[in-house]
């Protein structure tokens, strides 16, 4: 440290020290961060086993200094559940995209939210599929153009975006939903304390605990990443409202 | 000397899984093996396994990629239908090296097909099965009590080589019963440095992944798992013999039929026809070597293998026979078990030729 | 020695527990068994069959040419396993539901009317298949009565225990109508 300099903001120790591969602007990179400095906070790394998906973030194990299984597409909910079910006491969560959640892998998150289980989706929507070059996803706004909706997104051949912290929060045995964004530094520290209200559910075992990240794509929405974070305040959250859709209720004291 | 029971093979089979250690077991009902779910969902509250009906046998083996990669001994068991639903997740754990074991109780197809017994899966069991160059270690039990000592073996070996490792039966051994002796509990004690238990300060991080993103990262992968692929078969290979040391004619067979087959054997030689009997256990790996020796036995006429198929496992065995001797075949299809009559027939018509 | 044996009727019958009660009763006494199913939709309502082996020796197969002793309770099982009794072998068949005969005369043949004497002398249906039961022991000697009897205290969950004593019964009154 050089004399006269205060150390204000480092890296968290969870993080690798690997350049991400994630595009400029993207908030995969922020996501992982701010789960990574709960985990930190938390002092849970010895206790953290994450589950990875297919799309951009498939390689989210090169970052996150945790022991990390990389589940075949759709499947992070299932392998999840393996995990807890062997570690019921360690930390366990998904880290899924919008096509392996809810499309794809649509019954494996619906039944691993029936049963409860005790462990924490970290849920990243951009209403795209990024990775395989911009198709549409089951959370693709309508009118919205992709490489497969090169028209815009039309409700009659392909039904409505898919909402689905609203959904699983109708299931009894899950215990919290919050949908979250990063596009404001506001926003991503609220995100960072939803993070941490599951983690803490998660330990207390109430259920399972479901946050929906209201994410970007700059690349495949062919915009800037300023752009990008407009087009979320514009069209994104009026679809997909910000907020607290079940949480425990506290215990008097 | 263990417990004597009378017990259907699927029975035979939760019940050794349960001695052998098994910390949990994720399925979905599927005739004819739901017996194994029902009989662990029974005996549960005795023991200390985790049981979990999954919703489907795509979910159900990725809960056992999950709950494998975590260092846990893990089983699932299926039929036909539901195995070829699984081969998604059979491929990762091949590449990822996660152990589990797997039954396939099979039925007839393809398609839905038939409930009752076939032995028309073996192609996708020692081919591999899923997408990818591999191979998991297929047993194939001719009993009740194969039933129940297969499940140990095949723990042992899938953890041994961190690979799943498959028991491949029928709908028969599956529903019938034998008497058996069931095997003693064995104490599991886990030796997984590379599981996903939670990264502790003395070690790296581990990774499970099958993605090696890398053309020459996935070579490399590839290599590796061959070279693995090649110990199994040079240490791992089983298989049985009935009267072949002086035998005119070799049945080849396995699992149910290889019973049909050995009762033919004993009613062809009491009729003066030099009958034997090679049963492989294992399937794959394949015991090519044996079946290169006998084929180069000048007393021996012929080979004829007897499956419920179209015609799969005599692939193998033409391949190892090498053209030294003919090789015939036999099978019924669709369900249908061939009986002795039916054997000896085929044999005597092909000693006529 | 090796017995070969069939039992065949209808789904509901008891044919499969009749052939699992007497292999469970060869298994306590030290022999092998093997009792191989029919299995599927056809347990309710069609037919339904087993074949029990049993032997001082090791069993090869479970499945096999042909019967040493047949025992049917429907005209369908009667025509498919009149024909596949060995030579010298035995048939029994149920007299009362079946009302063709069977036609062999080199097979040794035993009509029983077990639903009429269950259900008149025993007042209980249900345990016909104990009446073929006990006239089959008692006809290939292939187990003792007590074995049988100890099979079903093992075998049947304790909430039927009431119904063991009609079940001896019925073992007897087989036994009855073929000494």
């Given at each position: 440290?050089?004399?006269?300099?205060?150390?204000?903001?480092?890296?968290?120790?969870?993080?690798?020290?690997?350049?991400?591969?994630?595009?400029?602007?993207?908030?995969?990179s922020?996501?992982?961060?701010?789960?990574?400095?709960?985990?930190?906070?938390?002092?849970?790394?010895e206790?953290?086993?994450?589950?990875c998906?297919?799309?951009?973030?498939?390689f989210?194990?090169?970052?996150?200094?945790?022991?990390?299984?990389?589940?075949?597409?759709?499947r992070?909910?299932?392998v999840?559940?393996?995990i807890?079910?062997?570690h019921?006491d360690?930390?366990v969560?998904?880290?899924?995209?919008d096509?392996d959640?809810?499309?794809?892998?649509?019954?494996?998150?619906?039944?691993?939210?029936?049963?409860?289980?005790?462990?924490?989706?970290?849920?990243?929507?951009n209403?795209?599929?990024?990775?395989?070059?911009?198709?549409?996803?089951?959370?693709?706004?309508?009118?919205?153009?992709?490489?497969?909706?090169?028209?815009g997104?039309?409700?009659?051949?392909?039904?409505?975006?898919?909402?689905m912290a609203?959904?699983?929060?109708?299931?009894g045995?899950?215990?919290?939903?919050?949908?979250?964004?990063?596009?404001?530094?506001?926003?991503?520290?609220?995100?960072?304390?939803a993070?941490?209200?599951a983690?803490e559910?998660?330990?207390?075992?109430?259920g399972?605990?479901?946050?929906?990240?209201?994410?970007?794509?700059?690349?495949?929405?062919?915009?800037?990443?300023?752009?990008?974070?407009?087009?979320i305040k514009?069209?994104?959250?009026?679809?997909?409202?910000?907020g607290?859709?079940?949480?425990p209720?506290?215990?008097?004291k | 000397?263990?417990?004597?029971?009378?017990?259907?093979?699927?029975?035979?089979?939760?019940?050794?899984?349960?001695?052998?250690?098994?910390?949990?077991?994720?399925?979905?009902?599927?005739?004819?093996q739901?017996?194994?779910?029902?009989?662990?969902?029974?005996?549960?509250?005795?023991?200390?396994?985790?049981?979990?009906?999954?919703?489907?046998?795509?979910?159900?083996?990725n809960?056992?990629?999950?709950?494998?990669?975590?260092?846990?001994?893990?089983?699932?068991?299926?039929?036909?239908?539901?195995?070829?639903?699984?081969?998604?997740g059979?491929?990762?754990?091949?590449?990822?090296?996660?152990p589990?074991?797997?039954?396939?109780?099979?039925r007839?197809?393809?398609?839905?097909?038939?409930i009752q017994?076939?032995?028309g899966?073996?192609f996708?069991?020692?081919?591999?099965?899923?997408?990818?160059?591999?191979?998991?270690?297929?047993?194939?039990?001719?009993?009740?009590?194969?039933?129940?000592d297969?499940?140990?073996?095949?723990?042992?070996?899938?953890?041994?080589?961190?690979?799943?490792?498959?028991?491949?039966?029928?709908?028969?051994?599956?529903q019938?019963?034998?008497?058996?002796?069931?095997?003693?509990?064995?104490?599991?004690?886990?030796?997984k440095?590379w599981?996903?238990?939670?990264?502790?300060?003395?070690?790296?991080?581990?990774i499970?992944?099958?993605?090696?993103?890398?053309?020459?990262?996935?070579?490399i992968?590839?290599?590796?798992l061959?070279?693995?692929f090649?110990?199994?078969?040079a240490?791992?290979?089983?298989?049985?013999e009935?009267?072949?040391?002086?035998?005119?004619?070799?049945?080849?067979?396995?699992?149910?039929?290889?019973?049909?087959?050995?009762?033919?054997?004993d009613?062809?030689?009491?009729?003066?026809?030099?009958?034997?009997?090679?049963?492989?256990?294992?399937?794959?790996?394949f015991?090519?070597?044996?079946?290169?020796?006998?084929?180069?036995?000048?007393?021996?006429?012929?080979?004829?293998?007897?499956?419920?198929?179209?015609?799969?496992?005599?692939?193998?065995?033409?391949?190892?026979?090498?053209g030294?001797?003919?090789?015939?075949?036999?099978?019924?299809?669709?369900?249908?078990?061939?009986?002795?009559?039916?054997?000896?027939?085929t044999?005597?018509?092909h000693?006529?030729? | 020695?090796?017995?070969e044996?069939?039992?065949?009727?209808?789904?509901?019958q008891g044919v499969?527990?009749m052939?699992?009660i007497?292999?469970?009763?060869?298994?306590?006494?030290?022999?092998d068994?093997?009792w191989?199913?029919?299995?599927?939709?056809?347990?309710?309502?069609?037919?339904?069959?087993?074949?029990?082996?049993?032997?001082?020796?090791?069993?090869?197969?479970?499945?096999?040419?042909?019967?040493?002793?047949?025992?049917v309770?429907?005209?369908?099982?009667?025509?498919?396993?009149?024909p596949?009794?060995?030579?010298?072998?035995?048939?029994?068949w149920?007299?009362?539901?079946?009302?063709?005969?069977?036609?062999?005369?080199?097979?040794r043949?035993?009509?029983?009317p077990a639903?009429?004497?269950?259900?008149?002398?025993?007042?209980n249906?249900?345990?016909?298949n104990?009446?073929?039961?006990?006239?089959l022991?008692?006809?290939?000697?292939?187990v003792?009565?007590?074995?049988?009897?100890?099979?079903?205290?093992?075998?049947?969950?304790?909430?039927?225990?009431?119904?063991l004593?009609?079940?001896?019964?019925?073992?007897?009154?087989?036994?009855?109508?073929?000494?």
């Amino acid at each position: 440290m050089k004399e006269g300099y205060e150390l204000i903001y480092q890296r968290p120790k969870t993080l690798t020290d690997t350049r991400m591969h994630y595009c400029p602007g993207c908030f995969h990179s922020t996501m992982h961060k701010l789960m990574m400095e709960v985990v930190e906070e938390m002092d849970l790394q010895e206790n953290t086993i994450g589950v990875c998906p297919v799309g951009c973030s498939v390689f989210a194990y090169e970052y996150m200094n945790i022991d990390v299984q990389e589940a075949a597409h759709g499947r992070a909910a299932a392998v999840a559940t393996g995990i807890k079910r062997i570690h019921p006491d360690k930390l366990v969560f998904s880290y899924q995209g919008d096509g392996d959640l809810a499309a794809i892998g649509t019954a494996e998150t619906i039944h691993a939210c029936n049963r409860g289980e005790n462990f924490t989706f970290i849920f990243i929507n951009n209403g795209i599929y990024g990775m395989t070059g911009g198709q549409m996803a089951p959370t693709t706004l309508v009118g919205q153009k992709t490489s497969t909706s090169p028209y815009g997104r039309e409700p009659a051949k392909v039904g409505l975006p898919l909402k689905m912290a609203e959904i699983v929060s109708r299931f009894g045995r899950v215990a919290y939903v919050e949908r979250v964004s990063c596009n404001t530094a506001a926003n991503a520290r609220k995100a960072k304390k939803a993070v941490r209200k599951a983690f803490e559910y998660q330990l207390q075992k109430l259920g399972t605990t479901f946050i929906e990240v209201a994410s970007n794509c700059p690349s495949q929405w062919k915009c800037t990443p300023e752009e990008s974070l407009d087009w979320i305040k514009d069209h994104v959250l009026p679809y997909f409202p910000l907020g607290v859709f079940k949480e425990p209720e506290k215990k008097e004291k | 000397m263990g417990e004597i029971k009378l017990m259907k093979g699927n029975e035979a089979l939760a019940e050794a899984a349960i001695r052998a250690g098994m910390q949990a077991y994720f399925g979905y009902p599927i005739t004819p093996q739901s017996e194994v779910i029902e009989y662990l969902a029974r005996e549960e509250p005795k023991h200390n396994y985790v049981l979990l009906q999954a919703e489907s046998e795509v979910a159900a083996v990725n809960m056992m990629y999950g709950a494998g990669g975590a260092g846990g001994r893990v089983l699932t068991t299926t039929s036909s239908p539901g195995f070829s639903l699984m081969q998604e997740g059979v491929s990762y754990m091949t590449c990822t090296e996660i152990p589990g074991v797997f039954a396939n109780i099979v039925r007839g197809g393809p398609g839905l097909g038939t409930i009752q017994p076939s032995q028309g899966d073996y192609f996708q069991a020692v081919k591999g099965g899923g997408h990818g160059d591999y191979h998991v270690i297929v047993l194939v039990p001719n009993s009740v009590q194969e039933m129940a000592d297969h499940v140990f073996l095949a723990f042992e070996l899938a953890d041994k080589y961190r690979i799943p490792a498959l028991i491949l039966s029928d709908g028969a051994i599956g529903q019938m019963m034998e008497k058996l002796e069931l095997p003693d509990p064995v104490p599991y004690k886990p030796n997984k440095p590379w599981a996903t238990t939670g990264k502790t300060k003395d070690r790296e991080r581990n990774i499970l992944t099958s993605l090696y993103i890398k053309s020459e990262d996935m070579e490399i992968k590839n290599i590796h798992l061959q070279k693995k692929f090649r110990e199994i078969e040079a240490n791992e290979v089983r298989f049985d013999e009935y009267k072949t040391e002086d035998a005119e004619v070799i049945i080849t067979s396995y699992g149910l039929t290889s019973r049909v087959a050995k009762k033919a054997v004993d009613i062809g030689r009491e009729q003066g026809i030099k009958l034997g009997l090679f049963r492989p256990i294992t399937v794959w790996p394949f015991p090519k070597g044996r079946i290169a020796e006998l084929a180069s036995r000048d007393d021996i006429r012929f080979f004829i293998s007897i499956e419920m198929s179209a015609g799969q496992m005599v692939e193998d065995i033409q391949l190892n026979v090498c053209g030294k001797k003919p090789v015939h075949f036999y099978g019924r299809m669709g369900g249908i078990v061939p009986t002795p009559q039916e054997i000896l027939d085929t044999v005597q018509s092909h000693l006529k030729e | 020695m090796l017995q070969e044996m069939i039992f065949a009727g209808f789904g509901g019958q008891g044919v499969l527990s009749m052939g699992s009660i007497l292999a469970y009763a060869a298994m306590k006494e030290g022999k092998d068994v093997t009792w191989y199913p029919s299995y599927g939709p056809e347990m309710r309502g069609g037919t339904a069959n087993c074949t029990v082996n049993i032997s001082d020796q090791p069993i090869s197969s479970p499945v096999v040419n042909e019967y040493d002793l047949s025992i049917v309770l429907n005209l369908p099982s009667l025509k498919k396993f009149e024909p596949k009794t060995k030579k010298g072998g035995i048939l029994i068949w149920e007299n009362t539901i079946i009302k063709q005969k069977p036609e062999r005369d080199d097979i040794r043949i035993y009509g029983i009317p077990a639903v009429e004497k269950a259900s008149n002398e025993l007042k209980n249906v249900k345990v016909m298949n104990m009446i073929m039961l006990g006239a089959l022991v008692t006809l290939n000697q292939i187990v003792k009565i007590d074995s049988l009897m100890k099979a079903l205290e093992d075998t049947l969950p304790e909430r039927y225990h009431h119904l063991l004593p009609l079940n001896q019964k019925a073992l007897e009154l087989g036994m009855s109508l073929v000494s």
